[in-house]
């Protein structure tokens, strides 16, 4: 990656035109052949930018930065340099979420009994017509039960459990089967429809569930 910090005004020709008059920039220059002109008060924005494949021509004052299929370029004029540096970054792992949905079935699975007493794991992602439920399980007095995951819980996730539990109750070897609607956050709307299908909701803690005690403790 190459950082050049920069006066310059900046002219893009295509589609159609705009300028960026002279003034301090940063122009970063990726590996990937992208070039992006940012400003100090934008936040992550760039000002103007051009996406690969692209090529960059200096010629002296003048930097031309030209789209290798639509002919669209940018057009930069340097006054002043005051810095030019390049940086091998490597090849990214990329970005790793904490608190995704798997990982929030993965910890319910393993700490079944956050659900209630006495309640053992089936399998998870137990496998129906239309697509996998989270976890199937059986409650405290041995009676099935099916457990939709979210982060956020709205109402297409109670349509979804709705549709699973639909299927389950056509196995007799599951019969009857009710539903649990898991998530660190649901929406009131969502209660309202799980409770008119009878499905019961729960608050998942994710912090609780990986062991961090949280500092005000509080009940599902």
């Known amino acids: 990656?190459?950082?050049?910090?920069?006066?310059?005004?900046?002219?893009?020709?295509?589609?159609?035109t705009a300028h960026l008059p002279m003034a301090p920039r940063l122009v970063l220059i990726k590996a990937d052949g992208s070039v992006s002109i940012h400003a100090d008060d934008r936040a992550f924005k760039p000002l103007n930018w051009m996406n690969p494949p692209c090529k960059l021509k200096e010629d002296g004052e003048t930097w031309t930065v030209t789209h290798g299929k639509t002919g669209e370029k940018l057009v930069l004029t340097m006054e002043e340099i005051l810095h030019d540096s390049s940086h091998e970054l490597g090849v990214d792992p990329g970005l790793i979420k904490d608190g995704v949905e798997a990982h929030l079935q993965e910890l319910l699975a393993e700490h079944i009994t956050t659900l209630g007493d006495g309640y053992s794991?089936?399998?998870?992602?137990?496998m129906t017509a239309i697509g996998p439920v989270d976890i199937l399980c059986r409650d405290g007095l041995?009676?099935?039960?099916?457990?939709?995951i979210k982060r956020r819980g709205e109402i297409d996730?109670?349509?979804?459990l709705t549709r699973y539990l639909e299927l389950l109750n056509r196995?007799?070897?599951?019969?009857?089967?009710?539903?649990?609607?898991?998530?660190?956050?649901?929406?009131?709307?969502?209660?309202?429809?799980?409770?008119?299908?009878?499905?019961?909701c729960v608050t998942l803690d994710y912090d609780s569930l990986r062991g961090i005690e949280p500092e005000n403790p509080t009940l599902f």
């Open 1 to 16: 990656m190459r950082l050049v910090i920069a006066r310059c005004s900046v002219d893009y020709v295509g589609r159609l």
């Open 121 to 126: 794991l089936i399998r998870r992602e137990y």
């Open 157 to 160: 996730g109670v349509e979804q």
């Open 171 to 200: 196995d007799p070897l599951l019969s009857p089967v009710r539903g649990i609607f898991a998530a660190q956050e649901i929406k009131p709307q969502a209660r309202v429809l799980a409770s008119d299908r009878g499905i019961d």
């Open 142 to 148: 041995g009676a099935t039960v099916a457990v939709e």
